[in-house]
Antibody
């Protein structure tokens, strides 16, 4: 079955970077866009951007441009999201999610990775 | 890229129907038939319930239905059940970006 498995929780200091991985299985990794969405504690969902695993092309939400980098390694069917210059309000659960047809809907989602930014 | 507008909370008794609205603009909800809805239980990842405004993925009960009129999309849940209590988020494709609603907490009384 289609599955996305993310890396484990991270604790980072302000100003550091974090890189979250998302390993896909059960489908052709390069055939579907991968999006990243985050959710701060008690808050709603926030779209961060997508990567085309086939070409490596990316599209980031305006808010995250210059600050987030999405990459992939097709040899191991894994997508990555790296966020730099972390601040305390970047504390959130980060999700990867597959886009079945490129029209901005998501199924399935990864289990989420909690990133805590604290001094 | 402003968030779509959803009511903060709705409630209903078992067996009743509830509707959650999601208002955007002509640049997102009104401009594309690509609205999706997600259910999220506490501590869990979101789950797709509706895509392309009104399509239901396999495995989602037909008690869940979606529609759209102009810049407002709606999710209707009929025959409410206790397990439907969760947060619900709408989402719209907007060409070069994707935007979510702020979320609605559904309470089953």
């Amino acid at each position: 079955q289609v599955q996305l498995v993310q890396s484990g929780a991270e604790v980072k200091k302000p100003g550091a970077s974090v890189k979250v991985s998302c390993k896909a299985s059960g489908y052709t990794f390069t055939g579907y866009y991968m999006h990243w969405v985050r959710q701060a504690p008690g808050q709603g969902l926030e779209w961060m951007g997508w990567i085309n695993p086939n070409s490596g092309g990316t599209n980031y939400a305006q808010k995250f441009q210059g600050w987030v980098t999405m990459t992939r390694d097709t040899s191991i069917s894994t997508a990555y999201m790296e966020l730099s210059r972390l601040r305390s309000d970047d504390t959130a659960v980060y999700y990867c999610a597959r886009d079945p047809d490129g029209q901005g809907w998501f199924d399935p989602w990864g289990q989420g990775t909690l990133v805590t930014v604290s001094s | 890229q402003s968030a779509l507008t959803q009511p903060r909370s709705v409630s209903g008794s078992p067996g009743q129907s509830v509707t959650i609205s999601c208002t955007g603009t002509s640049s997102d909800v009104g401009g594309y038939n690509y609205v999706s809805w997600y259910q999220q239980h506490p501590g869990k990842a979101p789950k797709l319930m509706i895509y392309d405004v009104s399509k239901r993925p396999s495995g989602v009960p037909d008690r869940f239905s979606g529609s759209k009129s102009g810049n407002t999309a709606s999710l209707t849940i009929s025959g409410l059940q206790a397990e439907d209590e969760a947060d619900y988020y709408c989402c719209s494709y907007a060409g070069s970006y994707v935007v979510f609603g702020g979320g609605t907490k559904l309470t089953v009384l």
